[in-house]
C-alpha cells in the first residue's frame, strides 16, 4: 500500500491541470482499493458548497454539475465533522441523501474521508460499494493516508489555479499570508529563488535567444567536462560497471531528448533555466511513475544532470537580474542578503513563502519602511515573475495580475497612510510626556547606516538596538576590528550626543553567515547569542575592543547589550573579557569611560532570574519577540503556528510586569526592544508597567508618540490592571484597542490593521 501511495501522490504532483490530477486521483483509488466507485467533491468559495469535482463509477456528465451544502447528505456530514464516515447501508443512515443525477442509488456501502489543508476542509474523498459492508480498518487508514498526502497538492493547485499557464498569469488571484511590515506597494515582481534549486526557478521570456542558445550549449559542455573529470578520478575505486553510469549520464547529454528539447523552449522564447527546469521536470514524472524500482530510480540521475547544468547557467548569470523601479522581491525563503542585493530606492515590497512577522527580515523590513507579506504559501513562482502585483503588509496578503479596481482600492490605502503619517509630522519635536505628566524614552532599533537619518527625522532620542550582525551578514569574511570599528563609530556619531546601545553579535536560530554556517536540527534551542561568542573569545573580544575605541571623543555614550542569556554564569563570562578590553585600551592611552553594561531578557530562565542579572549589570532590556517565542514554545518563522504567536498573551504580560518591577525596584535601567514596543496599544501597557525606554523601528515611532501622549498614565495604569485579570489574548488586544479608539485614535488601531 505504502508503495502505491507513494506513486498516487507523484503522479498527480507530476500534472499542472488540476482536473486532471483530480481523475488520476480517483482512477488510481478506485483500482487500488478494489472499489466500485470513487468520487471527489471540492469546496467552492463563492457558492459555499462541495462541488462533484470527478467520478469512476458514477456519471461523469454531472461532475461540476451537481454541489451539497455542508448541512446536506453524507458529504456534507464528513465535511461538517471533518473526519471519516464509514457505513454499511447509506439508506438507513439519517443524513443520507440520493442524488439521482449522478446514479449512485445503486451503491450502499460509503467511506468518506475530509481532504483537509492547514485546518480547512478542501473537499471530500469518497469511496462505494453495491454491498452493504463497511470498509475495514486498512480500507479506512489507507483513505485517510491518501487524503492528507494529497490535500497538499490540491491545495496548491487550487491556490495557483494552474489550469494553463497564459490563464494563470492573466488572473487576478489573492493569496494569504500573515503581515511582515505594514504598508501597501503595487510594483513588478523579481522572483529570487535558491541556486540549483530547479523546482523553485521562474518562467521568464527573453529576446535575445541566441545568447540564451549559447549559455545552454556552454552549460551542457561545462558539464559533460565535469562528469568526465568525476569519472576519472573514481576509475581506480570502481569496477567498470559502475564507471560505465557515467557513460549513461553523458549519453544524456549529447544530442539527444534533453538537449535538444530544451534548445526548442529556449527558441520558442524561454531562459534556459526554466526551460531547462521544464524539461527535467516532464522526464523526472514519466520516471516517477514507472512500477519498475531501477526504472524509477533513473528518475533522479536525470533531475542530477539537471542540477549539474543549472548549476554552470547560474555561474554565468546569477544574480544578473534587473530590478525595475517599483520592485517586489518574491522568494519563498528570502534573506537578508536578497533585500540587500536591490539597488536603493527600487525596492518597494517583499513576499516571504516562509517566515513570520517576528522573523528578522520582517524585522528589518519594518525598519526600512518596506510592506512585506509572509509566510505566503503556494505561490506559482514559474509563473508571476515579471508580472504586476498588489503586497498588503497589514493584512499579509498578495494579489496577482490585480483588476483596475483592486489597484483603486489599494491607491486609496496608500493615500490614506501618507495622510496619517502627515499628521504625525506636527508630533515629531515633541517630548513622549502623557497628559498627567508621565516621560517615556523612545528609541530605535537600527542596524543600517540608511536608517539613522529617517530614525532622528521622527524623533529617536537614542538608540535602544543596534544590530551589529545586519553588518556580519554584508560581509564575506568576519569583519577586522578596525572595519568594525569604523562602523560603529559612524552609527555613534550621527546619533550623538544621545545613548547607544550595540548587541553583542547574535546569530544562530534564524540570522546565519555565510562563511560560518550554524546547521542544528533545533537552531532556536542551540548554539546562539551569547553561546556563541563566548565559545569564540576572539570574535567577541575583537568586537568589544571595537566597541569600545569607536566610542572615544564621542559625546553620546557608548552601552554594550548581552543577548540570548540564560545564567548568571554567562554575565560573569562576558564581564571578564569586557573588563580585559577597557584595561587594554586604557593602557593604550585611549580616553574613554567603562561602558554600561547590560542584558537582553528573552528567554524564561532570565525573566526569573532578573534579581540576580540586575546585581551584576547596568540595565535590563526585553526582547519581546524571542520571549514570547520561548515561553509559548511557537517558532516565529513558522507561518503554520504564526496565529499562535500572541504578543498579549496572559503570561507574556506577566512576564513583562514582572521584570518591570524587579528593575523598578532595584532602581536599575528597564527597557524593551521587540516589536512590542512599537505597537501603540502594547506601549500603553509597557508604560504603565514601568518600562522606562521603548526602543522600534523608527516607522512606528510617531504612533506610539500619538498614543503615549494622547492617553493620560492614570487611564494606563487601570487599563493594565484590568488586562491582567485577563486570560484571553484576544480579549486583551481587544480591550487595549478599544481605549485607543475611545481617544481618538482609531486611524493608528485602522494603520496597524
Not at 535558491?194 to 558539464?223: G, H, M
Not at 536599575?668 to 522606562?692: D, F, R, T
Amino acid at each position: 500500500m505504502l508503495e502505491e501511495l507513494r506513486r498516487v501522490v507523484q503522479e498527480v504532483s507530476a500534472v499542472s491541470d488540476l482536473s486532471r490530477a483530480l481523475e488520476i486521483i480517483v482512477d488510481r483509488t478506485q483500482t487500488i482499493m478494489a472499489s466500485e466507485v470513487c468520487s471527489v467533491y471540492l469546496f467552492d468559495e463563492k457558492s459555499k458548497r462541495y462541488v462533484f469535482r470527478a467520478t469512476r463509477g458514477l456519471n461523469k456528465q454531472a461532475v461540476g454539475k451537481i454541489s451539497l451544502g455542508a448541512n446536506e447528505g453524507l458529504v456534507g456530514y464528513v465535511a461538517e465533522r471533518a473526519e471519516p464516515v464509514n457505513v454499511e447501508n447509506v439508506g438507513d443512515h439519517p443524513r443520507n441523501q440520493y442524488i439521482a443525477e449522478i446514479g449512485e442509488d445503486a451503491f450502499h456501502s460509503f467511506l468518506g474521508v475530509p481532504i483537509i489543508h492547514q485546518g480547512q476542509v478542501l473537499g471530500v474523498l469518497v469511496v462505494q460499494q453495491k454491498s452493504k459492508r463497511k470498509f475495514d480498518e486498512s480500507e479506512e487508514a489507507f483513505l485517510i493516508t491518501l487524503s492528507a498526502q494529497l490535500a497538499g497538492v490540491i491545495a496548491h493547485a487550487k491556490a495557483t489555479g494552474t489550469l494553463s499557464l497564459q490563464r494563470a498569469r492573466r488572473s487576478s488571484r489573492l493569496f494569504k499570508g500573515s503581515p511582515g511590515a505594514p504598508g501597501v506597494a503595487i510594483g513588478t515582481a523579481v522572483v529570487i529563488y535558491p541556486s540549483v534549486d530547479l523546482d523553485q526557478v521562474p518562467y521568464r521570456k527573453i529576446r535575445n535567444v541566441a545568447r540564451e542558445v549559447d549559455r545552454f550549449e556552454k552549460a551542457v559542455v561545462n558539464t559533460k567536462q565535469d562528469i568526465r573529470t568525476l569519472a576519472e578520478s573514481l576509475a581506480g575505486g570502481l569496477e567498470q560497471q559502475e564507471l560505465n553510469l557515467f557513460d549513461a549520464f553523458l549519453h544524456m547529454l549529447d544530442d539527444s531528448a534533453i538537449p535538444r528539447e530544451v534548445l526548442r523552449k529556449i527558441r520558442k522564447g524561454q531562459w534556459a533555466q526554466g526551460a531547462l527546469r521544464q524539461v527535467i521536470q516532464d522526464h523526472v514524472s514519466r520516471f516517477e511513475v514507472m512500477e519498475d524500482s531501477y526504472l524509477r530510480e533513473r528518475g533522479n540521475d536525470i533531475k542530477d544532470i539537471g542540477v549539474r547544468i543549472l548549476g554552470h547557467l547560474e555561474k554565468t548569470d546569477r544574480r544578473k537580474l534587473h530590478f525595475p523601479r517599483d520592485a517586489i522581491l518574491v522568494g519563498n525563503d528570502l534573506s537578508v542578503g536578497d533585500l540587500a542585493a536591490v539597488p536603493i530606492g527600487r525596492l518597494k515590497a517583499l513576499v516571504s513563502g516562509r517566515g513570520s512577522v517576528n522573523s528578522h527580515l520582517a524585522i528589518l523590513a519594518e525598519a526600512l519602511g518596506i510592506p512585506t507579506a509572509m509566510g505566503v504559501q503556494d505561490l506559482p513562482m514559474e509563473l508571476i515573475d515579471g508580472g504586476t502585483m498588489i503586497v498588503d503588509g497589514f493584512q499579509g496578503n498578495l494579489i496577482t495580475a490585480p483588476t483596475k479596481s483592486q489597484k483603486a482600492y489599494y491607491e486609496k490605502v496608500q493615500k490614506e497612510e501618507l495622510d496619517l503619517q502627515r499628521d504625525l509630522e506636527g508630533i515629531k519635536n515633541l517630548t513622549c510626556r502623557t497628559p498627567d505628566g508621565k516621560r517615556t524614552l523612545l528609541w530605535v532599533n537600527t542596524g543600517l547606516l540608511s536608517d539613522v537619518a529617517k530614525s532622528l527625522d521622527r524623533g529617536a532620542e537614542g538608540v535602544g538596538l543596534y544590530r551589529t550582525e545586519v553588518y556580519f551578514m554584508m560581509n564575506e569574511a568576519f569583519p577586522t576590528e578596525e572595519e568594525q570599528r569604523k562602523i560603529y563609530r559612524e552609527h555613534m556619531q550621527a546619533f550623538s550626543p544621545y545613548p547607544v546601545t550595540m548587541r553583542t553579535l547574535d546569530i544562530g536560530g534564524d540570522k546565519s553567515l555565510p562563511y560560518f554556517p550554524i546547521k542544528e536540527e533545533n537552531p532556536f534551542l542551540g548554539w546562539r547569542g551569547i553561546r556563541v561568542s563566548l565559545d569564540h573569545p576572539e570574535i567577541f573580544l575583537a568586537q568589544i575592543r571595537a566597541m569600545i575605541r569607536a566610542s572615544e571623543g564621542i559625546e553620546s555614550y557608548l552601552r554594550i547589550m548581552l543577548p540570548m542569556v540564560s545564567s548568571v554564569s554567562e554575565i560573569d563570562a562576558a564581564k571578564v573579557l569586557i573588563k580585559q578590553c577597557y584595561t587594554e585600551i586604557k593602557e593604550e592611552g585611549a580616553d574613554i569611560e567603562m561602558p554600561d553594561i547590560g542584558v537582553m531578557i528573552e528567554v524564561p530562565a532570565a525573566v526569573y532570574q532578573a534579581a540576580d542579572i540586575l546585581e551584576r549589570v547596568d540595565f535590563l532590556s526585553v526582547g519581546s519577540n524571542d520571549l514570547v517565542q520561548y515561553m509559548l514554545a511557537v517558532d516565529r518563522n513558522n507561518s503554520r503556528v504564526a496565529g499562535l504567536y500572541q504578543e498579549f498573551h496572559p503570561a507574556v504580560l506577566k512576564a513583562l510586569y514582572y521584570v518591570a518591577q524587579t528593575a523598578n525596584q532595584a532602581k536599575k535601567g528597564v527597557g524593551i526592544c521587540g516589536e512590542m514596543a512599537g505597537n501603540p496599544a502594547a506601549a500603553l501597557l509597557l508604560m504603565a508597567m514601568g518600562y522606562q525606554v521603548l526602543s522600534m523601528n523608527s516607522p512606528n515611532l510617531l504612533m506610539v508618540k500619538k498614543a503615549l501622549t494622547t492617553v493620560s498614565f492614570e487611564q494606563s495604569k487601570a487599563l493594565l490592571k484590568e488586562v491582567l485579570e485577563m486570560n484571553s489574548a484576544d480579549q486583551i488586544k481587544q480591550r487595549v484597542e478599544n481605549v485607543l479608539r475611545e481617544n481618538g485614535l482609531s486611524q493608528i488601531v485602522r494603520s496597524r490593521r
